[in-house]
């Protein structure tokens, strides 16, 4: 029996992990190292660009 291949479903390259919180496969390349979410779900990081006037929240 073959192992079963799964893919990323952001860019669909081979995946062997799903995101914590919504459970789709993940590469490496969109699943957060610090909070296991794939890029979707993660709200680690702080966007590149904050509109004037909007403030940024701290967990």
């Not at 073959?2 to 919504?22: G, K, L, N």
């Not at 496969?25 to 794939?38: A, E, G, P, Q």
């Amino acid at each position: 029996m073959t192992p079963a291949i799964f893919y990323c479903t952001i860019c669909a390259e081979v995946s062997e992990r799903i995101c914590v919180y919504c459970t789709k496969d993940s590469c490496s390349n969109h699943l957060c190292s610090k909070c296991s979410r794939c890029s979707d779900c993660c709200h680690c990081e702080v966007p590149l660009e904050v509109p004037i006037g909007v403030a940024i929240e701290d967990d």
